[in-house]
Each structure stands twice: as structure tokens, then as C-alpha cells.
């Protein structure tokens, strides 16, 4: 009875760089990143397992860099905007603007978005629209105006007025035409001015949180760690080429 010979796959031993992989870092991302090269090279030696291993362990420090680009951005963002409304950073982004007050913060803009820029433009426009219907209503001398004008009002304003008018002040804002007109000129149609400052200024700041973002010399050092790296790879793919084209050249030849 013949025996069939058992065939045991190539093991591969595991890179002596993963026990420097940082905590949060992918180990299966770096595994298949070291494959990739081996499989792209085939060292057919320790030396040229050696460079393999050393041209993968360059490439994936100089993608952590990217990471710690990125890192430096957030923080210099952290570190100079705040929730303050206009903060210095504000401030100095609409300088040429001519802008007296700034009633929205700098984090405010950082954590907005053209598209929720746009929209909160758009809404504001809406409700002044209404507003507007409403305040022309009020002036006039219809029996029904007061009623008339809270329903004219969007929905989302009649709640404000009904919250903030007479159920919060119904003194100053009485239940009745004048007081809901003292409220729209007093606190609805600053509001919606507001919102629209708001949308209009947002790109400015968020523009100028991201210049001051950039710390020029802590990205000097990235930057340069990273063209030391790239020295260190090119170096060493040449020295990998070079020990493949010995290996593949015969003895004499």
C-alpha cells in the first residue's frame, strides 16, 4: 500500500514589526500590506526577507504620518475655536467684513457644512417670508389681524411666540396685535437676521479655522520625518532590485 505524501503549505513568520503596531492600529490591515509585498518581490533570501520586511515597515510609518496630519489639523482646530459667540477666531475672519457683532461661534461654522450653510439660508428666507405676511397683517385694521397674523406665522415661529410671548413675558407681549407685533420687531425678526449673518458668514470662519489649523512647525517635523522615510525606501528598493538581479544572474555569467 502506497502512502501519498502530505505536502505542508510555507509557513510564514509573522513580521518582527507587528509588535511595534500601535494599540489602535489594524493588525489584519498590516498583515495583508506585508503580503502584498512579499508577494509582489518573492525574497529568495534572509537579506532579501530582511528588505522586504524593513520597505513594508517604511511604508505603513509614513502612512501613520498621514493619520498625524490629520491629528495636528484637529487639534490647532480645538485649540483655537470655541463655543463662545464671536470669539477671536470669528472676529478675525470677518475683519474685512466690517462685521460689529457676531452672534454665532466659531464651532459653530467648523462643525457646519455648505450643504446645512445652504439650508439654513433657505429656511431663514422661508420663515421671514411669513414673517413678513404677518407684520403686514398687524398693520392693518382688520378686526380678525391678530389672529390672522399667528396663523400666518410658520409653525415653528407661533411656537416661539407662544412660548417666548405671553407664555413667557405677558406683560411685554400681551396676546393681542400689538403685542405680537412688539415680539416679531423685538425678538423674531433679530432672530431670523441673526440665522441669516449666520448662514452668510459661516464659509469665513470655517475658511479661517482651517488656515489656523496649520501649525508650520510641527508639519516641518512631519514633513520632514516623512522625506527621511521615502530616502529610506528608495534606498532600500534599490537595494532589493539590486540583490534580485545578482540572484537571478549565473555564477560566471
Not at 493619520?67 to 495636528?72: F, I, N, Q, S, T
Not at 415680539?183 to 449673518?197: C, D, G, S, T, Y
Request: proline content about 6%; overall charge negative.
Amino acid at each position: 500500500m502506497s502512502e501519498t505524501a502530505i505536502v505542508l503549505p510555507n509557513r510564514v513568520e509573522p513580521s518582527p514589526y507587528e509588535q511595534a503596531l500601535l494599540p489602535w492600529e489594524d493588525d489584519d490591515a498590516f498583515r495583508a500590506l506585508r503580503e502584498e509585498y512579499l508577494a509582489a518581490h518573492l525574497p529568495g533570501s534572509p537579506a532579501e526577507r530582511h528588505i522586504v520586511e524593513q520597505l513594508v515597515w517604511c511604508d505603513w510609518r509614513r502612512r501613520r504620518l498621514v493619520l498625524g496630519e490629520r491629528a495636528l489639523h484637529l487639534a490647532q482646530l480645538e485649540r483655537r475655536s470655541s463655543t463662545k459667540h464671536g470669539d477671536d477666531l470669528a472676529e478675525r475672519a470677518l475683519i474685512t467684513h466690517g462685521v460689529s457683532k457676531i452672534e454665532f461661534s466659531s464651532i459653530d461654522a467648523v462643525t457646519s457644512t455648505a450643504e446645512f450653510d445652504d439650508d439654513l439660508a433657505e429656511d431663514t428666507k422661508d420663515d421671514m417670508k411669513h414673517t413678513e405676511v404677518a407684520l403686514a397683517l398687524l398693520g392693518t385694521s382688520r378686526k380678525d389681524a391678530y389672529e390672522q397674523a399667528v396663523a400666518a406665522l410658520r409653525e415653528d415661529s407661533r411656537e416661539y411666540w407662544e412660548n417666548h410671548g405671553p407664555g413667557d413675558d405677558p406683560e411685554t407681549y400681551p396676546p393681542n396685535a400689538e403685542g405680537l407685533q412688539r415680539f416679531i420687531k423685538r425678538e423674531l425678526v433679530p432672530l431670523l437676521n441673526r440665522n441669516q449673518a449666520e448662514a452668510k458668514f459661516r464659509p469665513d470662519v470655517r475658511l479661517q479655522a482651517w488656515g489656523e489649523s496649520l501649525d508650520p512647525d510641527r508639519m516641518d517635523r512631519l514633513m520632514q520625518l516623512d522625506e527621511r522615510l521615502l530616502r529610506q525606501y528608495d534606498k532600500l528598493l534599490g537595494m532589493l532590485l539590486k540583490a534580485g538581479r545578482a540572484r537571478a544572474t549565473p555564477s560566471g555569467g
